[in-house]
C-alpha cells in the first residue's frame, strides 16, 4: 500500500507543477522513477518512452500507466494514472469556472507569454538527454525523419510502422548470425 501511495504522489507532483504538456513532463518523470525512487534504469526508462510515445494517447498519461504497472501491476498503473489526472482535471475545472472573469487579462497573457521559453526547454532538455550515447548514424535518421516530418508534413506513424518493422527484420537477422 506504501508503494502505491509513493506512485501516486510521484506522478501527482509531477502532474500538478509541469506546465507545457506531456513532453514538457518528461525529464520529471525520469528524475522521479530513475534517480529519486530507482524504479526504473536509464535502459528500460527509454524503452518504455519509446512504446509510451508509439501507444495512442497522451505521452505523459501512457508513461505514468507503464511505470505504475512495472511496478506494482493494475494498481500501480491505477495510482499512477490518478496521480497525473487529478491535477489537470482540477485546473480545468477551476479555469472553465473562472476564465470568462480573465481570459482578456493583460497580466495573465503576459504570464503565459513568459512561460513559453520554459516550457520549449522542458521539451527540448528530454530530447537531448535521450540522445547521449546514441551513435551517430542514429542521430542522423532521427534528425532526418523529425525534419521529414515537420517540412514536409509525412505523418509520424508511417515512420514508427518503418521502424517498428526495420526493429524485427534487425532482430529476425541478428539471431540468424548468432
Known amino acids: 500500500m506504501r508503494e502505491l501511495c509513493n506512485i501516486f ?10 506546465f507545457g504538456g506531456g513532453y514538457a513532463m518528461i525529464p520529471l518523470i525520469q ?3 530513475i534517480h529519486r525512487h530507482g524504479w526504473l534504469k ?3 526508462f527509454v524503452e518504455l518512452l519509446t512504446l509510451a510515445q508509439a501507444a495512442p494517447g497522451p505521452i505523459a498519461l501512457n508513461t505514468a500507466v ?3 504497472y512495472k511496478q506494482r501491476g493494475y494498481w500501480g498503473s491505477l495510482a499512477a494514472v490518478m496521480g497525473i489526472v487529478v491535477p489537470s482535471f482540477a485546473i480545468i475545472l ?3 469556472m473562472f476564465f470568462a472573469d480573465v481570459r482578456n487579462n493583460a497580466w495573465v497573457d503576459a504570464a503565459f507569454r513568459g512561460m513559453r521559453p520554459a516550457v520549449v526547454a522542458l521539451i527540448v532538455a528530454p530530447i537531448v538527454g ?3 550515447g546514441m551513435r551517430a ?3 542522423a535518421i532521427s534528425a532526418a525523419v523529425a525534419l521529414t516530418v515537420w517540412y514536409f508534413g509525412f505523418s ?6 518503418a521502424g517498428a518493422v526495420g526493429g524485427a527484420l534487425w532482430a529476425a537477422f541478428s539471431r540468424k548470425e548468432a
Open 156 to 161: 509520424p506513424v508511417w515512420f514508427l510502422l
Open 66 to 68: 507503464f511505470v505504475g
Open 9 to 18: 504522489w510521484s506522478f501527482l507532483k509531477i502532474g500538478a507543477f509541469t
Open 31 to 33: 528524475h522521479e522513477v
Open 137 to 139: 548514424w542514429l542521430l
Open 94 to 96: 477551476l479555469v472553465a
Open 130 to 132: 535521450l540522445t547521449r
Open 42 to 44: 536509464e535502459g528500460e
